[in-house]
């Protein structure tokens, strides 16, 4: 059973950063794609970001409320992977959301792609 743990979340300014974290248990996750989504509230779960298995490609979304601020990237050592989230903005307040996929080269884009998920860490950004 794979089980995924995010944290890292909580209260920031507007124009601060964050850095989420999502480690592994019982998987190793050098070679797991893996991808990073948000649920604002009363709304779906979105993607955020992914990065590829053993190529370590990565994939971002194009919404200009993330775009080129957010940087994903893991950590084999500690077998965990990271959002890196800078300039953040109100409209970024959200529970984020690690998931894990058991084969590359999926949809890494949509909620489908992916077959494990962890519980997920709030975000909230201040005006």
């Known amino acids: 059973q794979v089980q995924l743990v995010e944290s890292g979340g909580g209260l920031v300014q507007a124009g601060g950063s964050l850095r989420l974290s999502c480690t592994a248990i019982g998987r190793t996750l050098s070679s797991t794609p893996m991808g990073w989504f948000r649920q604002p509230p009363g709304n779906g779960r979105d993607f955020v970001a992914a990065i590829g298995g053993s190529d370590d490609n990565t994939y971002y979304t194009d919404t200009d409320a993330m775009k080129g601020r957010f940087t994903i990237f893991r950590e084999n050592a500690k077998n965990t992977v990271y959002l890196e989230m800078n300039s953040l903005k109100p409209e970024g307040t959200s529970v984020y959301y690690c998931?894990?996929?058991?084969?590359?080269?999926?949809?890494?884009?949509?909620?489908?792609?992916?077959?494990?998920w962890g519980q997920g860490t709030q975000v909230t950004v201040a005006s």
């Open positions: 998931a894990a996929s058991n084969y590359s080269g999926g949809n890494y884009w949509q909620n489908y792609g992916y077959h494990y």
